[in-house]
């Protein structure tokens, strides 16, 4: 089609980063556009929905500044799509793919669609490969396995990046060779974007790391192309190349909020909180993108980072993302209050693929055993504390004082490991040692050493 | 129905609108631009329809043709169903790896099953016979575990003139009628529309699962609907897994509604080797899988459910016993919310559509135990359990609450349990069966007049717990009586060692009736014991340090074959022991 007559210089209304245009023929939905500014500034934009002959487009560099009488807005034919080859190790990207790191743009080897295809569920291989992090409270109760989806629920001002980064620095000495990294920054503030690079570069990780990085300043929109389009570069690394690739997506509460900004621009009817009704779908659409694939030897682990609003765990974005996630790793205020370093509150923690990537072979036999034992020691111990802040240390029997004591033992030692790099080996023995503290015929199974 | 040519008009996320479109008909489906996708006419206004479109709507543009050919969205049934696993308009995801590798490509096309499959039909009818709906006339054997039933189709009557014998495909008819109606290997069936069936029964036999707090506390009838709700991660897929491995049925439909891709590779890669425990052989050949994941196109999650009932209707009419397992019915329904949103309806309660309660109880209404169409009088039956998914875990919401109106049990997951790590997570105090009073017969005859009385004294205990546990938090457990002690850690033991079930465990993981009668035998023959004795004025430290305790703790370790006579010489020791323990 002759590329003058797909030019409309009809656009009707602009609300918040969407134009609302008219005459518009030939644009298929999700299809880029061209906005032509008035003073030949060009941006980019990708139609939404389509009625007749009109479209809605969003506008991924924001619309402030364009002139509704005198912009146009041109359909490209094309979707969205980035350019991906292995020239992108060790490079910075902005959330459409374009270099921010001052070098050239990369000789892209092929052009990905960043929306990605739904994997087919009979094409997966089941993940039970294990990945030692190197942390007790995931190696030991919470294990991790290539492939899987395991966020980080955080709070403000809780030390989720740190935590990201000793995860990603050690499981990539017991991943070796074929390990990679994927950084997908959304909203992130300038002092958080240097802190990641220099702790990429610091670890050696970063001739191994990809990052595409939107920071606050940068458009809104921009974040909800940065996590495909880590995505896409993922998929392309793990089942073209056969990296086992780690996406660290960080922060999704940003997001989430990008994408609550242009459900109440398209005055859609919002669900909880005033989030879209379609987030759950829309954040499957990310998360599902983790896995494996028959007879590839690549994968894709994701480790997305969300601040919970306020600390709560109920809230739309860890609630939806935990329905969607095989599990989740929980922070607490409380014990980044004691100075326990890493605070994971391992109650509401969760692995939901530990189970095929633990026992004889993998970790160790009776490795479950022991992790359910330390689990119900744990929560024992917890339902003392708050009884003794009721009936005193008085009304505790013999053995809940035990119970108390492993609980306390348990937080300072097992899970406040602080840098340590601990093998699956020193955790699991840790927890054996841990669990002489409490009575042997108290368990319902015998939690041994095999 | 002659063929109706539109074009598109609108499109906006998984809806597409289409103009020209007169006469075109509700719940048909029609093909969808230049690629052909499939879509349904879900509104009809004026000349325009508005279609839910079953595969990825990116790139569709105005203008581009709308085809209906006037046929409701529709299933194909007949063998090949079973060991299958197919998305939610069926189509088969084995075949659809095979032309598209890992990721499922746009607009791709495969039959949903294989219509040039040889298959061994083994006539029971002859020339001369007269059928009506619902008769058998042959049988296929579909895997080694399921002999699969020929039907004559609802509203097929007359008499045969011809029927074949040995190889059959859906190419051919296996027997034609006088008046010339062929009957094949196959029929399709709109998946909204109910089969029917002669009578509904009432349900009097529980579904068994193997797991002790469903089987023992909160029974499920064979025909009857079950909901578990419980918010993520406290434990709803496994129960659902749990089920589709251990039931005691004969065919199991597992609906994966809006879900995670991983838990269907695992059923995937463990049913063909897994064994059922009542034949021995692999799960898979009594499985069928119907799944659209949260990631693939939204509207074909909304059929899935449909897809999934309809097919075991069909199983259901051989005279099978069914369980359709659906995780999550939230999926669906927020599917119906997405679509319904696009069409800029008046919302209801959180945004779903005001139709909600109504669609949910046309699938929840198609669950039961029938009378079979047909002349011999058999039986089959649909259970359904399904899962809910309430956002932040509050029941009080549209789907949990509009599921409750139509379940018959509710199986509640609590968060506080999954955390410490007590599975499956239920919480028996907000829980509840309606069908125990019509399954308590069953009990008492089938398993011992004395469960009754267990099971009651269970639900006691249980109830004596919580109000205990309520004292402690105010007095400590030093303070208590030591009776109420001594119960307290009884009611623990019942917790941990009988509603507490690991699916990890291989002796724990599945358990019959009788293990777990026997079980409450000792627990109750444990608390009876050591009431006498502390009565005598033994020391509650020495009971509760007997390595007795220890062994009641763990009897659930112990396997189904041959637990009754554990029990018997475990309840011997108990009561040589306590009856001959010191005083103070
Ligand atoms: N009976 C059980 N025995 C042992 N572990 C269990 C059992 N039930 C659940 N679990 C544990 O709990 C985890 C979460 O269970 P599951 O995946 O079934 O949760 P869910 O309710 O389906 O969550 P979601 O709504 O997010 O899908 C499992 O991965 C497993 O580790
Ligand atoms: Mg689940």
Redesign the interface.
Known sequence: MDLITREYRTITSITGPLIFAEKVKGGGLGEMCVVRMAGGEIRRGQILQLLGDRAIVQVLQGTSGIDAEAASVLPTGETARAGVSMDMFGRVFNGFGDPIDGLPPIIPEKHLEIAGLPMNPASREKPDFFVQTGISAIDGLNTLVRGQKLPIFSGAGLPAKELALQIVRQSKVSEAADFCVILGAMGITAREAFFFRKALQETGSSERTVAFVNQASDPTIERLFTPRIALAAAEYLAFEKGYHVMVVLTDMTAYCEALREIGSAREEIPGRRSYPGYMYTDLASIYERAGRLKGQKGSITMMPILTMPDDDITHPIPDLTGYITEGQIVLSRALHRKGVYPPIDVLPCLSRLMNLGIGKGKTRDGHRTLADALYSAYARGIDVRRLVTIVGEEGLTELDRKYLSFSEEFEKRFIGQGDEDRSIDATLDLGLELLKIVPERELTLRARKG | MKEIRGKI?????PTV?ASGMSNAVMNTVCLVGRQGLLGEIIRIREDRAILQVYED???????EEVVSYGRPLSVTLGPGLLTN?VDGIQRP??K??EA???????GVKAEALEMDRVWEFRPVKKPGDHVEPGAIIGEVPETERITHRVMAPPGVSGVIKDIISGNATGRAPVCVLEDGTEIGLYQQWPVRLQRPFKAKLPPEVPFKTGQRVFDTLLPVAEGGTAIVPG???TGKTVVEQTIAKYATCDIVIYV?C?E???E???I??DFPTLKDPATGLPLSLRTVIV?N????P?AAREASIFTGITIAEYYRDMGYSVALLADSIS?WA?AL??IS?RLEEM?GE??FPPYLATQLGGFYERSGKVKCLGPDERTGSITVISAV?P????FSEPVTQASLRFAGALWALD?DL?????FPAVNWLVSFSLYQTELLDWYSREISPDMLRLRARLFELLQKQSELREI????????LQEADRLTLEVANIAS??FL?Q?I??EADAFNTFEKQFWMLKVLFAYMDNASAALKRGVYIETILDS?L??RV??M??TPNDGFGKNAEGLINEIESEFSTVEEK
Not at chain 2, 100 to 106: L, P, T
Not at chain 2, 293 to 296: A, D, P, R, W, Y
Not at chain 2, 472 to 479: D, T, Y
Request: no cysteine; proline share 5%.
């Open positions: 008009y609108g499109v906006s996320g609108i709507t990116g790139g569709l543009t105005v203008g696993i995801l084995l659809i790896k598209s590798g890992g990721f499922i490509g746009k918010g993520f991660g994966g809006g995670r891709g991983n269907m590779s695992e995937l890669t799944v994941t949260s990631n693939m939204v999926r927020e919310r997405e949103s919302p959180e945004g998914s956002p932040g875990g509050d968060p999954a955390y410490r790590r007590h402690i938090q105010i007095i400590g457990v030093e303070a941990e060692a507490k690991s990890f465990n390595p305790r220890t703790l763990r659930q370790n």
